[in-house]
């Protein structure tokens, strides 16, 4: 019985990645700062930072194409403890047009909301 308890809790400690690839989600509570740089981002790896790392106070992104902003929304909105979220723009044109319009509506929402999350973009 013992034994099927530990595969159980295995079995729920895995995630699959679209290669087919698995790993074990385990949660690092002390980090408090994170850099990512990904270029396709989806509700599952938001997922997985929010689970992966429970604690964390600085998220910063690198971004090379635009990203739904419903998800960084749906991110901040879920992330407890985030208080400094940043974006670097690696793509000039992305940023020109893509900076203004994520700045102004994460802004709107953080104040709809009452977010308490800073937001820079670089």
């Not at 910063?60 to 990203?67: A, D, E, G, N, R």
């Not at 901040?76 to 974006?87: A, E, P, Q």
Request: proline letters at 3%; hydrophobic letters at 40%.
């Amino acid at each position: 019985m013992n034994k099927k308890n530990n595969i159980d809790k295995d079995i729920r400690n895995l995630c699959c990645l679209s290669r087919g690839e698995y790993f074990e989600l385990s949660p690092f509570s002390n980090v408090l700062e994170l850099m990512i740089g990904s270029w396709n981002l989806d509700p599952v790896f938001f997922n997985h930072i929010q689970k992966i790392f429970p604690r964390l106070i600085y998220f910063t992104l690198l971004i090379k194409s635009p990203i739904c902003i419903a998800l960084l929304k749906n991110f901040c909105y879920n992330s407890k403890n985030l208080r400094y979220i940043i974006f670097i723009f690696v793509n000039n044109k992305l940023k020109k047009e893509y900076k203004e319009k994520l700045k102004k509506r994460l802004t709107s929402f953080f104040l709809y909301w009452k977010i308490n999350v800073q937001l820079i973009t670089e």
